[in-house]
């Protein structure tokens, strides 16, 4: 089982807010840990408040804010989804165009 992505996550990340976010046995489709945000482990309590520790460092918080902002203008502005949906679209069509002849 694999959630789909959380709209909360990405308004926050448009938004320029450093997040934290937990993993559950798969790699997150949105953040890379240390880059544009922090994944820590939903088992250790110590993971987030090393995580929250970490942010008071305004550097490294800055950092997180912008690629984070940068993250979601780059994989999901409308036009980056507008293409992709088109793509989707168009393949679906074409598959389903050569089921039929």
Known sequence: YKEGISIALLEAMS?????????????????????NGMIVSSYEPSDLMNALLKLTNPILRKTLEAKAQSTIHEKFSIETMTEAYYKLYTNAMTQEALTVF
């Not at 997040?19 to 880059?35: A, F, S």
Request: aromatic fraction near 4%; charge should be neutral; glycine fraction near 4%.
């Open 15 to 35: 938004l320029k807010k450093a997040c934290i976010t937990t993993h559950y046995h798969t790699e997150h489709d949105v953040i890379q840990n240390g880059i």
